[in-house]
């Protein structure tokens, strides 16, 4: 049990387009979510923390209007990265939660902006 | 802020040898979860062992052990009996006890295991 997925798992998108990630919760139901990013070698960040049906709290240094996060449903969150360019190229990983104690991580999605 | 501290970024060991991998936090909270996560070439996170702030005796999860030392702040992880497959990622992680709150993680160590 517990198992999340994420949709793509990898996407090469123009520079200026936009492209969405999905996160699903397959067999549960998550309160929270979180998305985090990664870089090659380093460790994860996170960006942002969604949950049900709230605007979603992102960490400082993060722009929230270039990466949309919505958390519609209990089973669902999305990662839209708007006018992408090259320096947005990474793995994203998101996680599910309920109620904040242990997180399960999606497979991960990663992005090249070309 | 909590901070999680990896000072090895490369570990090696060899087959069927015992190897621990360190990590230390700084924090002013005295309830809060610990873990290990292991994360393979395929980069998926996977939970190796999870430990409560509260609970004075160390987790084991088969071959992995932990050393918990609150007072120190320090949560080493053992791998005893190391085989191939561990080889990997090892990322230490800090949780607080508030729901909700994100997984606070460590730069992370490379685990190599050689034959």
């Known amino acids: 049990g517990a198992v999340v997925s994420q949709h793509p798992s990898w996407v090469i998108c123009k520079s200026g387009t936009s492209v969405k990630i999905e996160c699903r919760s397959l067999d549960f139901q998550a309160t929270t979510m979180f998305w985090y990013r990664q870089f090659p070698k380093q460790s994860l960040m996170l960006m942002a923390t969604s949950n049900e049906g709230s605007k979603a709290t992102y960490e400082q240094g993060v722009e929230k209007d270039k990466f949309l996060i919505n958390h519609a449903s209990l089973t669902l969150s999305t990662l839209t990265v708007t006018s992408a360019h090259p320096e947005d190229s990474s793995f994203y990983i998101c996680?599910?939660?309920?109620?904040?104690?242990?997180?399960?991580f999606g497979p991960g999605t990663r992005l090249t902006v070309t | 802020a909590q901070t999680v501290t990896q000072s090895q970024p490369e570990m090696s060991v060899q087959e069927a040898e015992t190897v621990t991998l360190s990590c230390t936090y700084d924090?002013?909270?005295?309830?809060?979860?610990l873990f290990w996560y292991k994360q393979p070439p395929s980069r998926q996170m996977i939970l190796v062992i999870r430990?409560?702030?509260?609970?004075?005796q160390n987790a084991t999860e088969n071959r992995f052990s932990v050393n918990f030392q609150k007072a120190a702040k320090s949560f080493s992880l053992k791998i005893s009996d190391s085989q191939l497959g561990d080889a990997a990622m090892y990322f230490c992680?800090?949780?607080?006890?508030?729901?909700?709150?994100?997984?606070?993680f460590g730069k992370g160590t490379s685990l190599l295991v050689t034959p």
């Open positions: 924090t002013s909270e005295s309830d809060y979860y």
């Open positions: 430990q409560e702030a509260y609970k004075q």
């Open positions: 992680a800090y949780k607080s006890a508030n729901s909700g709150y994100a997984l606070n």
């Open positions: 996680s599910a939660s309920v109620q904040g104690y242990e997180q399960y």
